[in-house]
């Protein structure tokens, strides 16, 4: 029997893998291809699996199918079973089985009947990872938005996860910024002030950083200064660290008010939390026989062709520099080390752009030969595309500047603004040419607030409806519009759905999930069961995500249902439903259709608005 809990594709795939076995034996029991319908006169789901057998068994693929469909058993779920084509097996879920799974997610408004996973995993999602005094880019913003919606999903699902923020706090820009601070401002090395004097006093820390770099190429006294006092620092000299720590707090600051804005929770642990561990990690690699001696350096060399250059020469992975400083590569080593060993991570997942893809399938393939990695945990890079301006060039500001975040984030919070402004006047100049009264005006509070709210929604919904893989090209006018793919269009959908909810609930006298679900789901138009079978497949595609880690399959579920829900609502009244329990079932369909938006973006990292 089909629990209430199970994700309905996979129920359904082990079913049909199970009849195949029964039919052809154990070595005919492979994927059973089995993927939604691609047309509604398909059914709901279809299976393909009797084209790959049939070749292998020498059998028609028709015959294969009947074969296949003679032992399988999916009554408790699905209408007779039909074979099409060449071969195609559809299959529809029964009306019996959309109604309890309808009733089951009724019945949980929080989780909407999803379960927790039985056997959790610990995932690190390190995500977001800018560079202490410099820029936090837009590359570091896509590497938040989709990390945060990433990590909450798979929290949703049960899984604990380790949010972590691998900021690049260390390194030989160090050595330029403490020498300059030492000769710029003395004064802050010597208390341990409030950081906002020293925020005051040296105002804008990238451009500081510009200056100390320029005194760095122009000046060899202060670039020796600033050599020897890399040393310092690695050596642990009070001072320098006390400046160091001056420098990272500064940057923290700056960083954390855009986590602030963006609702991003991290825990901050930078590449110097493994300086500890980097020695040990050469030694251990050159016990295994792994890293070796190349101009000084010590360096692994990986088989296969991914690891070698244009040049058709092996690309060596440099773990220690011939002055003896270590890499990104080597704290990456250590921290997969850490992570497995101390965090006991199974899996880690790393979000950044797809540059650094190659640095990953190095750093994954030292780990596991080097059995850094424990047999049963995974690594997986989440790369993402570069984001460009609307001409498909690097993106810039007006000016031709690297923008600010904070400025970006300020951008799309005013032009949402234009936008409600704009539409509440053509609401009020409709009004008076209506002879109607002006509706009522917002305050400048709720005004300010909501296009806050919205602003940021938008900038996430627009980075996160596009495959990851995929270059991506941001535009302050397509995000902000009211209609369209857009997260204001989305948020005002949800308040539209929960306002018809509100709206029928108080109409009809019908309140809350116990009196809807003393009722079963009557499907009398084909846009109520198109709008349930959406809604059915919440668990799927979560199950999905889980699994390809790809956000904008989320952003194309949450459009789907709001199209769907829309159909839904043109075709069937609510309030002046014919029969009382076609009204109930109708009123049930806007609960968990509202529930399941407001889950869902949700896991977007989006909060969801009662009005817009
Ligand atoms: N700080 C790096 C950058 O800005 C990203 C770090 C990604 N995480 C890692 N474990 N390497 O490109």
Redesign the pocket.
């Known amino acids: 029997m089909a629990t209430l809990a199970d994700d309905t594709r996979a129920l359904l795939a082990r079913r049909v893998v199970d009849a195949m076995r029964t039919a052809f034996g154990d070595s005919a029991a492979q994927d059973p291809k089995l993927t939604p319908a691609t047309r509604p006169d398909f059914g709901d789901y279809q299976c393909n699996a009797a084209m790959a057998l049939s070749k292998k068994l020498r059998v028609r693929p028709r015959d294969v199918a009947a074969s296949i469909l003679n032992e399988l058993d999916v009554s408790d779920v699905c209408d007779q079973p039909s074979i099409a084509g060449p071969g195609f097996i559809n299959l529809t879920l029964s009306d019996t089985f959309v109604n309890a799974k309808l009733a089951a997610m009724l019945a949980d408004r929080a989780r909407l009947a999803v379960p927790k996973r039985p056997d959790p995993s610990r995932v690190v999602v390190?995500f977001s990872?800018?560079?202490i005094a410099k820029d936090m880019h837009v590359g570091?913003l896509r590497s938040t938005i989709i990390g945060d919606t990433l990590a909450r999903i798979l929290e949703f699902l049960g899984h604990t996860t380790i949010r972590l923020n691998?900021?690049?706090d260390w390194g030989t820009q160090f050595g330029q910024l403490i020498t300059y601070m030492k000769s710029e401002c003395p004064e802050l090395l010597q208390e341990n002030g409030p950081t906002d004097t020293a925020a005051a006093r040296i105002g804008d820390l990238v451009e500081f950083y510009r200056m100390a770099k320029a005194r760095f190429d122009a000046d060899p006294d202060f670039k020796s200064a600033a050599l020897a006092e890399v040393v310092q620092l690695q050596k642990g000299n009070p001072d320098t660290r006390r400046a160091w720590n001056l420098i990272c707090d500064l940057s923290r600051i700056e960083f954390q008010k855009i986590y602030d804005r963006l609702d991003i929770r991290l825990t901050e642990r930078g590449e110097s939390f493994y300086n500890p561990f980097l020695k040990d990690i050469v030694t251990l690699l050159e016990e295994k026989g792994l890293a070796v001696e190349s101009d000084g350096a010590t360096v692994v060399f990986l088989e296969g062709n991914k690891f070698k250059g244009r040049d058709g020469k092996p690309l060596p992975v440099i773990v220690r520099k011939s002055d003896g400083g270590f890499l990104y590569a080597t704290t990456?080593l250590a921290?997969v080390k850490y992570r497995t060993g101390v965090d006991e991570a199974d899996r880690i997942v790393?979000v950044?752009d797809v540059g650094?893809s190659l640095h990953f399938q190095q750093i994954f393939a030292v780990a596991r030969k080097a059995e850094i990695l424990p047999e049963q945990a995974s690594l997986e890079h989440v790369p993402f595309g570069l984001v460009q301006g609307e001409d498909g060039k690097k993106f810039k500001t007006r000016s031709g500047a690297v923008p600010k975040l904070s400025e970006l984030l300020d951008e799309a919070r005013d032009r949402v603004r234009a936008e409600l402004e704009k539409r509440a006047a053509d609401e009020a100049a409709q009004a008076a040419a209506n002879g109607e009264d002006a509706p009522e005006r917002r305050s400048e509070d709720e005004l300010a607030r909501m296009s806050e709210v919205i602003g940021i929604a938008a900038v996430k919904y627009a980075d996160l409806k596009n495959n990851r893989t995929s270059n991506y090209k941001f535009s302050f006018d397509k995000m902000v519009k009211l209609e369209g793919d857009t997260a204001p269009y989305i948020m005002y959908a949800f308040a539209r759905v929960q306002g018809i909810y509100r709206t029928a609930s108080a109409a009809t006298g019908l309140q809350g999930n116990a009196e809807l679900g003393a009722v079963g789901f009557t499907f009398e138009k084909p846009e109520e069961r198109a709008l349930a079978k959406i809604l059915l497949r919440l668990p799927e595609v979560l199950s999905e995500l889980e699994r390809d880690l790809l956000p904008h399959v989320l952003c194309e579920y949450v459009k789907n249902i709001t199209s769907r829900f829309n159909q839904f609502y043109e075709q069937c009244p609510v309030v002046h439903a014919e029969t009382p329990e076609l009204q109930k079932s109708r009123l049930a369909l806007c609960q968990i259709s509202a529930d399941t938006l407001q889950l869902c973006l949700g896991l977007l990292g989006i909060p969801t608005l009662q009005q817009i």
């Open positions: 390190d990872s800018p560079n570091h691998h900021t690049g990456d921290a790393y950044t650094q």
